[in-house]
């Protein structure tokens, strides 16, 4: 019955207002996702990919995630970053900094990912991600060859010099507690991807440096 | 500084290898989004819009959200459906049934909405959704013309005589407490943008007349 329904459905799109007109409402079930992911990327011409940047604060992710981000959407390729300042401020508003809700604030942020890469779009996040475990889950519910781990690789000391919004002052005043770096551990990837090195890259190294990766393994 | 730093990236674009080879890391703050969503918008040739269907369980919501995003990505639109399939198994499968849990389903699913439409996706959802409070809290958050309230008004009846599930029979048996319109309320919408009426309209006449509310207000 269910194959009947979707076989009169598709026959419809070809006749429309045809047949399917005089479908009243009767005992479907009919929820299957007619457009699947490889439809969108053959639309959007681009393979939906998660690109998970993660390092200490002030290493660079969010820049280099939005201009990879920006770099590719000026080719066509249709992008999204998600990061602090979408993703804090809604749908994880009501987290804090517990490590319970540090891990439910990374969890989200794979699952909002797989459903964007679902969606056909190269995504990028850019969080701490302190964790393994954390990025090991996003690595697993997105699967292989859609997980892109980018290790944003900064000294302390490179960190601490760029401090934009003074965290690390505060941090080591103690004003900021648990803060990853300085009294917070951060574990770095064991098999990441890709590695940037912003003690000795620059910006435009380390864009290049992912751009090649995408290029090279044919996601882009 | 920050001006002069995106003047500088912005005149790379067009100079690749140019003089942003040689920006060494510095104390860079960078943030912005330097894709917005017009941008997006243009790219996709649509406008990022939040399609909210709400009714009773068995009304045809996904069906019908299904069909209205199948029909939209033909005419070469990127549409997403999000729905329990995608939804409670990922992003929600830590949230149950109680009240607070419902709410912050709805909660959650209105802040992807909201990132989806921001990346300039037509995106469909699928939930019963039903308190007014919870829905009136994605129409605020997405901004006038970004939410498209759409009311599948079907009665207990035609739902009932579908119930592909066989939910009904357990929720009048009382096997499944607090289930909408059985023992549990459905706040009706009081000023949907559409209203589709499941016990009169065959789905072929509700898709169309979703079609239609967005051709007449440019969403599509």
Redesign the interface.
């Known amino acids: 019955m269910k194959l009947i329904f979707v076989v009169l459905?598709t026959f419809?799109?070809y006749f429309p207002?045809g047949i399917?007109?005089?479908?009243?409402?009767?005992?479907?079930?009919?929820?299957?996702?007619?457009?699947k992911r490889e439809?969108?990327e053959e639309?959007?011409n681009q393979k939906g990919t998660l690109l998970w940047f993660t390092g200490l604060s002030a290493s660079?992710k969010?820049?280099v995630a939005?201009?990879v981000?920006?770099?590719l959407?000026?080719s066509?390729k249709?992008?999204?970053?998600?990061?602090g300042?979408?993703?804090r401020h809604?749908?994880n508003k009501?987290l804090g900094f517990s490590p319970e809700d540090r891990e439910?604030n990374i969890r989200?942020i794979s699952?909002?990912g797989?459903?964007?890469v679902?969606?056909?779009?190269i995504t990028t996040t850019a969080f701490i991600s302190p964790y393994r475990k954390d990025r090991d889950y996003a690595r697993e519910?997105l699967g292989k060859g859609r997980f892109v781990e980018i290790f944003v690789k900064?000294s302390i000391e490179?960190c601490e010099?760029?401090?934009?919004k003074g965290l690390y002052k505060k941090a080591k005043s103690g004003e900021i507690k648990e803060f990853t770096g300085i009294s917070a551990p951060y574990e770095e990837p064991l098999n990441p991807e890709i590695v940037l090195d912003?003690?000795s890259?620059?910006?435009?190294?380390e864009v290049q440096a992912v751009i090649n990766y995408l290029t090279n393994n044919k996601i882009i």
Chains 1, 2 share one sequence.
């Open positions: 459905c419809n799109i207002g399917m007109a005089e479908q009243k409402a009767t005992n479907l079930v009919w929820h299957e996702h007619m457009v439809d969108r639309l959007l660079g969010s820049t939005n201009e981000a920006s770099r959407f000026k066509g249709l992008t999204y970053v998600l990061d300042d979408n993703v809604g749908l009501n439910e989200r699952e909002v797989n459903l964007f679902d969606a056909g779009i519910i900064a490179t010099a760029r401090d934009p912003a003690d890259q620059s910006i435009e190294e």
